[in-house]
T-cell receptor, first 112, second 111 residues
């Protein structure tokens, strides 16, 4: 069966510091991968999605970036965090045949 | 541009009642529609997925319907339990495998 992992679970970082969040998927190959952000009391915002290694599409211009160095690994990064980057970051995968999206447990990021 | 609306924003009912959550979307050209559940501070759990060619899907006490032509979906929860308390999210998927989300319905089931 497929599983999706995210780490860390929680993170407190000062403004201006770098960020690296990791997401890995097991039990499937060539999945579509997604990064979402959920701000407090708000809906989900799609940040990046990837249909293959090295293929990243950005939905929202910001100081975040994403990379997919391996088929089942998706990384969200920032060189300098802003206060507005605080939120709940969720990774998801989808694949054949239905492309139903499955979510990881999330990372709660607080920028101080 | 696709927009997804969920009504009501919040709902509180006594345990044991049957209830309906509503989701509407503006563009009928969807690939599928998914219903999710989110518990406070947790990730999302996929409940039901309805392909664009389907009318409904059932899982246990949950039944989701889809009327593409009118841009509507409903999630029916039978015999509600306190453990059903959560935020329920509706999302439609476009042909680029991207989900467009509703704002959610916060459901509270009172014991």
């Amino acid at each position: 069966s497929q599983t999706i992992h995210q780490w860390p679970a929680t993170l407190v970082q000062p403004v201006g510091s770098p960020l690296s969040l990791e997401c890995t998927v097991e039990g499937t190959s060539n999945p579509n991968l997604y990064w979402y952000r959920q701000a407090a009391g708000r809906g989900l915002q799609l940040l990046f999605y990837s249909v293959g290694i090295g293929q990243i599409s950005s939905e929202v211009p910001q100081n975040l970036s994403a990379s997919r160095p391996q088929d089942r690994q998706f990384i969200l990064s920032s060189k300098k965090l802003l206060l507005s980057d605080s939120g709940f970051y969720l990774c998801a995968w989808a694949g054949d045949p239905s492309y139903e999206q499955y979510f990881g447990p999330g990372t709660r990021l607080t920028v101080t | 541009k696709q927009e997804v609306t969920q009504i009501p924003a919040a709902l509180s009912v006594p345990e044991g009642e049957n209830l309906v959550l509503n989701c509407s979307f503006t563009d009928s050209a969807i690939y599928n529609l998914q219903w999710f559940r989110q518990d406070p501070g947790k990730g999302l759990t996929s409940l039901l997925l309805i392909q664009s060619s389907q009318r409904e899907q059932t899982s246990g006490r949950l039944n989701a319907s889809l009327d593409k032509s009118s841009g509507r979906s409903t999630l029916y929860i039978a015999a509600s339990q306190p453990g059903d308390s959560a935020t329920y999210l509706c999302a439609v998927e476009n042909s680029n495998y991207q989900l467009i989300w509703g704002a959610g319905t916060k459901l509270i089931i009172k014991p």
